[in-house]
């Protein structure tokens, strides 16, 4: 079966560190996205890619990157982790023939201390 | 910019109830609408959509919601609760940009806690 995955589910990490969060997807999207699910917030778009090689920001962009060099991938870095970014990240990927409808992975918790 | 209000942050039903969650939009165009919920540890699942067409959506769970275009809202009801349905339950609105992707915003979610 098709199934949107990440890893790692948890991680705790020290301030100023690079982190790196994989999320790989075998549903064949081309649309990928990431959230960060914080209390009070909901889940706000963190970065979005279209396909391969492309990338977009979304509205807390600031402090993390994304790169797609295929279909199946798009890894969320945090250039230099900060107490802030202390949440629960989710993965999701979707496409014009699945309605739009996102399908979401099961989220990895970062702690960063 | 588009928007979504969940006006509750916190519903507690007795097993059996009626549950109707309440959700209201902000977006210039015609919206495309969702309804997600998450399990505690879990990721998100879709509940139902709504695209055009009929008003009243059936979803999964026997879940189903209306769009009333002239209140800006996408309720959630379902007519009898279960233990089982205690989750945090999102609204959301879809931007849809060129070619064929969709970004979502989500409202602040509701928590539904279902007492025996």
């Known amino acids: 079966d098709a199934e949107i995955t990440q890893s790692p589910r948890h991680k705790i990490t020290e301030t100023g560190r690079q982190v790196t969060l994989a999320c790989h997807q075998t549903?064949?999207?081309?649309?990928m996205f990431w959230y960060r699910q914080d209390l009070g917030h909901g889940l706000r778009l963190i970065h979005y890619?279209?396909?391969?090689?492309?990338?977009n920001k979304g509205e807390v962009s600031d402090g993390y990157s994304v790169s797609r060099s295929n279909t199946e991938d798009l890894p969320l870095t945090l250039e230099s982790a900060a107490s802030s970014q202390t949440s629960v990240y989710f993965c999701?990927?979707?496409?014009?023939?699945?309605?739009?409808?996102?399908?979401f992975g099961p989220g990895t918790r970062l702690t960063v201390t | 910019a588009q928007s979504v209000t969940q006006p509750d942050i916190h519903i507690t039903v007795s097993e059996g109830a009626s549950l109707e969650l309440r959700c209201n939009y902000s977006?210039?165009?015609?919206?495309?609408l969702f309804w997600y919920v998450q399990s505690p540890g879990q990721g998100l699942q879709l509940l139902l959509k709504?695209?055009?067409?009929?008003?009243l959506v059936q979803g999964i769970k026997g879940f189903e919601a209306e769009f009333k275009r002239s209140q800006s809202s996408f309720n959630l009801r379902k007519p009898s609760v279960h233990w089982s349905d205690a989750a945090e339950y999102f609204c959301?609105?879809?931007?849809f940009g060129t070619g064929t992707a969709s970004k979502l915003t989500f409202g602040t979610g509701t928590r539904l806690q279902v007492t025996l």
């Open positions: 999701a990927s979707s496409d014009l023939a699945g309605g739009h409808e996102q399908y």
């Open positions: 549903w064949n999207h081309n649309n």
């Open positions: 890619s279209y396909g391969v090689q492309d990338t």
């Open positions: 977006y210039g165009a015609t919206p495309y």
């Open positions: 709504y695209f055009s067409g009929d008003t």
């Open positions: 959301a609105v879809g931007v």
